[in-house]
């Protein structure tokens, strides 16, 4: 049975919610914001559903939309508090908490990354995430749309000052 | 650390999240999917009503000057507003070509600039605040002589007349100079954040600096 547009976001949301996720939490330093910015993003997402270009692979169309509302969500001064208006209270995205060593050993170098992350301007923070990601230089030339060189380039620098700040880690 | 012990990490968190991380489909049903960015609609109609306001003031500026047609100052003074008007006007449907063009699918640098060139619409009106200053005095006169029926320039000395017209000739050039470093690539000069900042406010400083980290970004 062929399923409905609706149901098809939901089962294309659900092949990539780590997107959304991780540029939530990278772009999101206080908790709260964060349900605020995930379900603006998936606005924006279903807005564009439509327009989706086949041309590009689905997950780059994804970060260029889910980038492109952090990067103002977190430009915003204010931030759109609109909760009684079409905001849920629950997170769309849930987590299974696990209080094991390993599990705090990871989340102790995660933070350390994303205060890392967090310190850098909007555009570096974008390219520093789809770097960490493995995406392909060409990919994150198209998402961010600069040129392949110049991705390269930056990426070198990005590699050094995360040398710089994690050496004595 | 080396880098790849970063990614290292950054797979562990992968592993994770491919485990623990799950859908709360319940709760994403029941947004309000169909709800437009109410932000850029907000801009959008603030700029559609600049468009109706400054084309009504051609409209009535163009009908000014061909009732006045035999009256060469009151010619001149209109033309001059005319023009200030149609300028400001360029500048509103530029804004709305802008906004229209604002598609998040599209890649990042590009919608950045776009976004931050309409929050800096402000500059605008404060450049051509600044590029009226030497011909003020046509405001005054198409003002006095519609809504008084009062023709100034009749009544103006010649000699005044002549003063005007050189101190505020030898305005334009410094002038032009001024609006031309009213830039956000000239922020860096102390003089001209603190005029932006003055005449603009935050909102449109802070869209200034962000054009300015765009393009150190592409270079």
Redesign the interface.
Known sequence: MELSK?EQ??KT??EH??II??IVNSYCPNKDDRKDLE??I???L???FD???SNYKYST?MY??A???A??FY???KK?S?KN????E???????E?NSEE?AQ?DY??KL?QEFIHNL????K?LMLLY???KSYEEIA?????TKT?VAT?ISRI?LK??KE??N? | METEELKNILAAYDTKLDKKLSLNVASLKNINLNKSEKNTQAILKYRIVEIVVFSLLALFIGNYIANNWSHTHLVVSGVIVGFFTLIALSGSIGQVALLNQIDFSKPIVDIRKKIEFVNTHGLLFVKLMFLSTPIWWSYVVVGSDYLFNIDLYSNMNADFVLKYLVINSLLIIPLIWFLCKLNYKNLHIKWVRKTIGFFTGLKTMKALEFLNDIEDFKN
């Open positions: 609706k976001f939901i949301i659900d919610k780590k996720y991780k379900q603006e998936i606005i924006h279903w807005n564009s327009k989706y270009d169309w260029r939309i980038l492109n509302v990067i103002s430009r915003k001064e759109w609109l208006d079409f905001y849920n629950e997170s769309i995205f849930r987590i299974e696990d599990e990871l170098h995660l990354l301007n909007e555009l570096n974008a960490l990601e493995e198209e998402i961010l749309g600069i110049n930056k590699k995360l040398k994690f050496k880690i």
